[in-house]
């Protein structure tokens, strides 16, 4: 019993991921490596109405990464996240599906906190730091 709670405890240590400015208001993602389910996967973080979001990189419709470019997740009009798949649209403050093939899905969180100009994302028993040190996918200018 105290064995689990420690390493549940442990799966919420945050993970830095970037400063705070590195994300611009509606702006290109910062994407960085997890482990989902013991399986390597992407996830990605962005501001959206001044507060930073993140999910992982995979549509609710097919388990494929959604990006049309690296860190380019909303549509044009900076209103929805969208798959470049099949043009699955997003709300980006819930991640719920609006339209398109992803029906009732939604995009899995990943919750983050912001404090002292940076950003951490917290691990779960599900998603957590992927081995090694941390590779972030930074903003290009
Ligand atoms: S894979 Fe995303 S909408 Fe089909």
Same mark, same amino acid.
């Given at each position: 019993?105290?064995?689990?709670?420690?390493?549940?405890?442990?799966?919420?240590?945050?993970?830095?991921?970037?400063?705070?400015? !590195? =994300?611009?208001?509606? &702006? +290109?993602? #910062?994407?960085?490596?997890?482990?989902?389910?013991?399986? $390597?996967?992407?996830?990605? !973080? =962005?501001?959206?109405? &001044? +507060?930073? #979001?993140?999910?992982?990189?995979?549509?609710?419709?097919? $388990?494929?990464?959604?990006?049309?470019?690296?860190?380019?997740?909303?549509?044009?009009?900076?209103?929805?996240?969208?798959?470049?798949?099949?043009?699955?649209?997003?709300?980006?403050?819930?991640?719920?599906?609006?339209?398109?093939?992803?029906?009732?899905?939604?995009?899995?969180?990943?919750?983050?906190?912001?404090?002292?100009?940076?950003?951490?994302?917290?691990?779960?028993?599900?998603?957590?730091?992927?081995?090694?040190?941390?590779?972030?996918?930074?903003?290009?200018?």
């Amino acid at each position: 019993m105290a064995e689990s709670s420690t390493a549940a405890a442990a799966a919420r240590v945050p993970q830095a991921l970037c400063a705070s400015a !590195a =994300l611009e208001e509606k &702006g +290109r993602a #910062v994407l960085f490596d997890v482990l989902h389910y013991r399986e $390597p996967a992407r996830a990605f !973080a =962005l501001r959206f109405e &001044g +507060r930073v #979001v993140a999910y992982l990189n995979r549509c609710a419709h097919v $388990p494929t990464e959604l990006d049309w470019q690296p860190g380019e997740f909303l549509d044009s009009g900076r209103e929805f996240i969208l798959c470049s798949i099949h043009g699955a649209a997003y709300e980006p403050r819930s991640g719920r599906c609006l339209a398109g093939p992803c029906g009732n899905g939604r995009l899995t969180v990943i919750e983050v906190e912001e404090r002292d100009g940076a950003v951490w994302w917290l691990p779960t028993r599900d998603t957590r730091p992927a081995p090694g040190p941390t590779e972030v996918t930074p903003v290009q200018p």
